[in-house]
């Protein structure tokens, strides 16, 4: 089995929700995203981020407002739309049942 890409189809797989729980307090630039996932020590690069947030900007979940900046110009600040938060709930509730499996086969 490859340990490696296990690991790395399960981060895939929670990328999204992960992004999601970030916005779902206050909108977030790119490049914060990225350090509050890494802090979080789910890695992720640039490459990887801009295409999901494209994507989930497509699908309605998320939407971007742009602020003026104090360092340049300003910066596209991503938020979660209100079918986003709707979207989010779902996963909390998919996120537990997953876990509680988890946790039952763990026993």
């Given at each position: 089995?490859?340990?490696?890409?296990?690991?790395?189809?399960?981060?895939?797989?929670?990328?999204?929700?992960?992004?999601?729980?970030?916005?779902?307090?206050?909108?977030?630039?790119?490049?914060?995203?990225?350090?509050?996932?890494?802090?979080?020590?789910?890695?992720?690069?640039?490459?990887?981020?801009?295409?999901?947030?494209?994507?989930?900007?497509?699908?309605?979940?998320?939407?971007?407002?742009w602020?003026?900046?104090?360092?340049?110009?300003?910066?596209?600040?991503?938020?979660?739309?209100?079918?986003?938060?709707?979207?989010l709930?779902?996963?909390?509730?998919?996120?537990?049942?997953?876990?509680?499996?988890?946790?039952?086969?763990?026993?």
């Amino acid at each position: 089995m490859n340990v490696d890409n296990a690991k790395s189809q399960m981060r895939k797989g929670m990328l999204e929700y992960c992004i999601m729980l970030l916005l779902r307090d206050e909108p977030c630039y790119s490049s914060d995203i990225i350090n509050r996932l890494k802090d979080a020590n789910l890695l992720v690069v640039e490459g990887t981020l801009y295409p999901l947030l494209t994507r989930l900007r497509k699908d309605g979940v998320l939407s971007y407002e742009w602020q003026e900046s104090t360092q340049g110009p300003p910066r596209k600040y991503y938020v979660l739309t209100e079918e986003g938060k709707e979207s989010l709930a779902q996963l909390e509730e998919a996120w537990q049942a997953l876990e509680d499996t988890v946790h039952r086969l763990k026993q």
